[in-house]
């Protein structure tokens, strides 16, 4: 099996058909993936357009693109697929397609969030061309024998990772009493063989699923598609994901959601023969204890405020850096309590950023998405994502935009593989360390200013910090810091950090 699955674009835009297979890690110049999540493929094209082929961005994760049960303005129907059709919520085939192709010419790869697992939960309902189907029967694509119907557990003590958000699962119990849904994680038949949610369950191991499946990726293959984001990886056997894979007409960067469980006998890191693995977490532990991977790891640090342990990511068991995707949050864990989000206090979200963007563990991923009211809601403006300057509009947060995070895009660019040196600690809610001789960040997560002398690697010079301003020719549009003969000193304010890079040195 090959250890990697990327198809990766060439740095330069005009060779954007020109591909190559090389390690999970992506080899182009530009790494990072910001999850559009939820934008329309008309306004992620424009966003590549606009800003994304300037500032550094490597790939867009976007929404599935599978036509999905037509829902009521909730955002999780677009995990719940009726057909592999490329109609939708977020636009049609033409769209989908102008999108990608759009943002190639700006230099940026399109990673599609792809359901594999399952299909609805409804009982019934309409997909988004007016197809009608009932839950295990969805006309011209599966029928009954192409599910599993295992009788598992009991539907009231099943496990979710949308629990308490889905309201829907009160009204489907009566369905799922006939094909009891996933109860036992410390069971791997169950897990791979049950229903997630009560969404009705592929039987990826028979020949006619997997080779509509592939069809599918084959489809997206057609239209430019560099990538996939396989959702809900660990309900799938890893045999199945491979020889999904293994019928597709090229091989394609594969990052796959496998969250990890205490004692459980299926972990992420038995699924990067495939491809990298999203490395985090449920928000809670089925024994009552917080698990530290990344995600969960930087929300306890922040919160707690002892950042100083972050020095020692990777911790013991965890998917080793180059298989690993990483982020500070994604569209689950902002809304399940699984991670920090944009309502964190004292700064923690930018600051998390700040970290994750400078620590070598792992390809990034940036999620840009929406002000929410409640957990369910779908997105503002018709799924129109706008940004204005260094933000959102119309309910769009735009975090991609935001001038910390923007500008460690450049520091991450910048400083490649290179390795931590100059590491401080002054108290353990203030880290400082360098990235070789390329670049230096520093972090003070408490509510006292932070002035001391740093010993760094970069040569000596003028530098713009990149967290609070940028660089136009040789001027900064925020403060700058004066490196001498190995030393600067620098005053970090409350709940704040500084990043400066040789690609920032503007004098």
Known sequence: MLSAALLLLSATPA???????????PTTTNKIIVQMFEWTWDS????CGYFLGTSGIGFVQVSPAQENWKGDGVWWDSYQPESYNIAGKHGNRTSFANMVTTCHNNGVGVIVDTVMNHQTGQTSGTGWTG??????????TYEYQDFHHTQCGSWNGQISKWEDSLQWLEEEEETHAQHPGLDNYGNATEVQFCELVGLADLATETEYVR?????Y???LISLGVDGLRLDASKHMPVADIANILSRTTKQLYITQEVIYG????ITPNMYTGNGDVQEHVLPYSREGDMLFRFTSAIESAFNS???AQLQYVPFDGWVP??????FVTNHDTERNGGSLNYLSPNNEYVLAYIYALSFPYGTPTILSSYIFANTDVGPPNGGYGTCYGTGGVNGFLCQHRWIAIAGMIGFFNQVGSSAVVNWVSDAYNRIAYGRGALGHVGINLSGSTWTRSFTTSLPSGTYCDIVHGSVSGTTCSGPTIVVSNGEFTTTVNTYDGFGIHTGAKIE
């Not at 080779?211 to 069809?215: E, K, T, W």
């Not at 205490?262 to 006998?265: L, M, Q």
């Open 15 to 25: 060779a954007a058909d020109s591909v190559y297979l090389s390690s999970h890690i």
């Open 217 to 219: 990726i084959n489809d």
């Open 44 to 47: 992620v094209a424009a966003e």
């Open 211 to 215: 080779s509509r499946l592939a069809q």
């Open 321 to 326: 850096s180059s298989s690993a995707n990483a």
């Open 262 to 265: 205490a004692g459980e006998p």
């Open 131 to 140: 197809d009608t189907f009932t839950k295990y029967v969805y006309p011209g």
């Open 305 to 307: 405020g002892n950042i």
